[in-house]
C-alpha cells in the first residue's frame, strides 16, 4: 500500500498518543491500525511516530523558528503534527521534499480546518528552505 496512506496512519497514531489520557505505548498504538490495514509499510509508520515522538523538542524548535507571532502551543492539535511530522521526513529521509510537503497539505485538507493548509505549505516551504 501507499506511503500516502500509512502517513495518514501515523498521523492517526500519533493524534492518538497526544490524547490526555492515553496511555499507549507507540508499538499497541500501531497494533489498532495492524487489523484494518495489514498490508501497511508498518515499518515506515514506525519509524515516523517513534522520529516524530523521540525528537519532538528538536522539530518544534525547527518549526517554531517560522511561526511569526504564534507559540507552537496555539496551533490545532492537528496542525502541530502534521508540521512535525512533515519536519521530521524533511530532516530524516531521502522521499523528495516537495512529495512530504504536498502530502502534508493533503493531510491537513483531510484533517484540519478549511484554510489551514495554507498555513502547512507556507510553514513546510521555509522549513525546505532552510
Not at 495518514?8 to 492518538?16: I, W
Not at 499507549?24 to 515516523?48: G, M, Q, R, S, V
Amino acid at each position: 500500500m501507499s506511503r500516502k496512506l500509512a502517513r495518514s496512519q501515523a498521523f492517526q497514531t500519533l493524534f492518538q498518543l497526544e490524547m490526555k489520557n492515553s496511555d499507549l505505548t507507540i508499538e499497541e498504538a500501531i497494533e489498532f491500525i495492524k487489523d484494518d490495514y495489514p498490508n501497511l509499510d508498518f515499518e515506515f509508520i514506525h519509524w515516523l511516530v517513534t522520529g516524530v515522538k523521540d525528537h519532538e523538542s528538536i522539530l518544534d524548535e525547527k518549526i517554531s523558528a517560522h511561526l511569526n507571532g504564534w507559540t507552537i502551543g496555539r496551533l490545532l492539535k492537528s496542525d502541530r503534527i502534521i508540521l512535525r511530522m512533515a519536519t521530521f521526513e524533511i530532516l530524516n529521509s531521502d522521499t523528495p521534499q516537495k512529495v512530504i510537503i504536498n502530502e502534508a497539505v493533503e493531510l491537513t485538507k483531510q484533517f484540519s480546518d478549511d484554510d489551514h493548509y495554507r498555513f502547512v505549505n507556507g510553514i513546510l516551504s521555509h522549513i525546505h528552505k532552510d
